[in-house]
């Protein structure tokens, strides 16, 4: 069989779920990748923030061949030792008692958030009419991911289309509008999800004052705060559990994880919190037990213990406040500038959005800025991935250097010079 080219490979049969930038990458090492032809491209996109330790680390790749050579996979059926060390690590990190299941991917773990409020809403039912609860608030613009009921959750309406009827049982409410999250609650809630600062929806941090009462009204209300942190989560906003960079003191019940918890691997986790949610002393993280729910693959010991490896070494080299220094470097040099196409940074951290002035540069009527202005930076060397029309991120492994993001930041400058509409 002869080897494919770069045509063999874009035409390859594929279902078209992506619309992808037409680019194959054929290897990768730290914040840089080569395509088929030996070109190189600093790499900000990273997998969409999973890469984090850029490409290729020795500690992962030096893990997996050791692990693999021992044991790769095993039911679940049984205890496995890479498991058991990875959830006791997890643990550690959100510095909460609580308990964690493993799963492949993000959206895996939010629709078992989904059912953790369910079984909670059916333990503590409502108070008046003794039914039980299983509406969950969402909120505009949120992204929880593209199963059945990741969707259902998702604040997007364009992610819905065409996949009805959805899941009921979910309600949207503004980011940081406490009066409309209030106005939502009824007597079916059970829960309130949310992500720290939502990726997909174009980098849109909660406050710090929001997150608290939204704490609150889950107190006063007996609901459950669960945080989706499989794209902010790890280190990416300049603290290993990223709710603690915008509300250090929130104590959340439940979190989900995936992307950067693996480096690379196919990974998801959510943890849920110990805490007793009745007068029996039941702990909230034993409302799923043998037989309602499950992952043939979840905690599989290769993935388990690569994912051990690159949680450690996050924060043994203490990347987190890596990541807080380069976005302070991002932050000073982009308003330094002061550029026409350029409205804000938003986020947090190596989570950051660049908000465009989409009328100050040019783009084909069938494209969005952001995608053009993506398209282009790939062009002269820089992976960015967008986020909605008017935002590009920055999503860089947590490792990239001071020079790395000065070179990025360049290419950045030239790009957006040369995309000006006042050029044309």
Not at 303 to 315: D, K, P, Q, T
Not at 329 to 351: C, F, M, N, T, Y
Request: glycine share 10%; aromatic share 6%; charged share 20%.
């Amino acid at each position: 069989m002869r080897a494919m080219n770069h045509e063999d490979i874009m035409n390859a049969p594929l279902m078209p779920t992506y619309a992808r930038f037409p680019l194959t990458v054929s290897k990768g090492k730290g914040s840089r990748v080569w395509d088929e032809g030996g070109k190189a491209y600093l790499d900000f996109c990273s997998g969409i923030a999973v890469c984090s330790l850029g490409h290729c680390p020795d500690v992962l790749t030096k893990v997996l061949s050791e692990q693999a050579s021992q044991l790769v996979h095993v039911s679940n059926l049984y205890y496995n030792k890479p498991a058991a060390r990875l959830a006791t690590l997890l643990v550690e990190l959100v510095e909460i008692p609580g308990k964690v299941f493993f799963c492949n991917s993000g959206a895996e773990a939010n629709d078992g958030l989904i059912k953790l409020a369910r079984r909670f809403g059916r333990h503590c039912p409502n108070p008046t009419s003794k039914e039980p609860r299983f509406e969950i608030i969402t909120f505009n613009r949120s992204f929880h991911g593209r199963t059945l009921g990741g969707i259902a959750a998702t604040g997007q309406q364009k992610i819905k289309e065409g996949f009805d009827p959805l899941l009921p049982g979910f309600r949207h409410v503004p980011l940081n509008n406490i009066e409309s999250l209030r106005d939502a609650i009824g007597e079916n809630t059970c829960a309130i999800l949310m992500e720290p600062i939502q990726g997909e929806g174009g980098v849109n941090q909660a406050t710090p004052e929001f997150l608290q009462a939204v704490r609150k009204e889950c107190q006063s209300h007996n609901l459950l705060l669960m945080l989706d942190e499989v794209q902010c989560g790890f280190g990416r906003l300049g603290e290993m559990m990223g709710w603690r960079a915008i509300a250090p003191d929130l104590e959340p019940d439940a979190v989900s994880w995936a992307k950067g918890m693996g480096g690379g691997l196919p990974v998801g986790g959510f943890w849920a919190n110990d805490r007793a949610v009745d007068e029996d002393g039941t702990e909230l993280s034993s409302l799923l037990g043998p037989g309602t729910h499950g992952s043939t693959y979840g905690g599989n010991p290769l993935i388990s213990a690569g994912s051990h490896a690159v949680l450690s070494e996050i924060r043994e080299k203490n990347l987190p406040a890596n990541a807080a220094e380069r976005e302070a470097q991002i932050r000073s040099v982009i308003s330094d500038w002061k550029h026409p196409a350029v409205r804000e940074v938003r986020g947090r951290g190596l989570l950051l959005g660049l908000a465009l002035n989409v009328d100050s540069l040019k783009h084909a009527e069938n494209s969005t800025a952001s995608a053009a202005l993506c398209r282009q930076l790939m062009e002269n060397g820089l992976l960015v991935p967008p986020a909605g029309p008017d935002v590009i991120r920055f999503l860089p492994a947590l490792t990239v250097t001071e020079d790395e993001v000065t070179e990025a930041l360049a290419i950045l400058k030239t790009t957006l010079d040369g995309m000006l509409v006042s050029q044309a």
